[in-house]
Each structure stands twice: as structure tokens, then as C-alpha cells.
């Protein structure tokens, strides 16, 4: 099971950090990841983590302001978002796999969290 939080209400140039718990299963093997969509938008993969922590991807249209990171246990990820833009507003759902780091990430799926950015 894998549950997100702490999204919410921000206005640009602000910072979220959302957070992933992951339980129920050996996740601390799992890449993890965080993924969001605009309803009527396909999903956009945001970035991902390997297992233990030595590979991370970010998409591009998060380059350089969002950061991606695990912690010792391995089993919570953590997305801190910078500058944060009007374009950012999304639902953020987590995501963990079992052998892929990336875009095609697609095992398990959080419920998603909020984050809306006001301009």
C-alpha cells in the first residue's frame, strides 16, 4: 500500500514536500516514484528512485526545481517541489516498481494528493 500527503494550496514561487509511506510488502526493493495528472491530461511521470537510492530520474518540465529522495528505511519517498508554477496544479499519485526506474513505472499506485498553485 502506498499513501501520499502533503499537498495543498500554494502560491507560485512556493514549496511543497510531499511525502509517500509504502507498507505491506518488501517496498524497501522497490523503486519509487511520483507521477500527476490534470483531469482530461494523460499522466506525467514527474520522477523516480531506485531502490536504494543510486539512480534518480526527473522529468523535464521539472528539471532543476523539483528533487526526488527515499530515506534510510527506503520505504518513504519524498518529492520536494521549488518555484513552484501554475502548470504544477495536478493531482500527485506515487508509484513503486519492482524492476523499472522511470516513465514506464507501473506496479503500484498511491490514492494521489492534491497540489493546486494559485498565480
Known amino acids: 500500500q502506498l499513501q501520499a500527503s502533503g499537498g495543498g494550496l500554494v502560491q507560485a514561487g512556493g514549496s511543497l514536500r510531499l511525502s509517500c509511506a509504502a507498507s505491506?510488502?518488501?517496498?524497501?526493493?522497490?523503486?519509487m516514484g511520483w507521477f500527476r495528472q490534470v483531469p482530461g491530461k494523460e499522466r506525467e511521470f514527474v520522477a523516480a528512485?531506485?531502490?536504494?537510492?543510486?539512480?534518480?530520474y526527473v522529468g523535464d518540465s521539472v528539471k532543476g526545481r523539483f528533487t526526488i529522495s527515499r530515506d534510510t528505511t527506503k520505504i518513504t519517498v519524498y518529492l520536494q517541489m521549488n518555484s513552484l508554477k501554475p502548470e504544477d496544479t495536478a493531482v500527485y499519485y506515487c508509484a513503486a516498481d519492482r524492476l523499472r526506474v522511470g516513465p514506464l513505472m507501473d506496479d503500484y499506485w498511491g490514492q494521489g494528493t492534491q497540489v493546486t498553485v494559485s498565480s
Open positions: 528512485i531506485g531502490w536504494n537510492g543510486g539512480r534518480e
Open positions: 505491506g510488502r518488501t517496498f524497501s526493493l522497490y523503486a
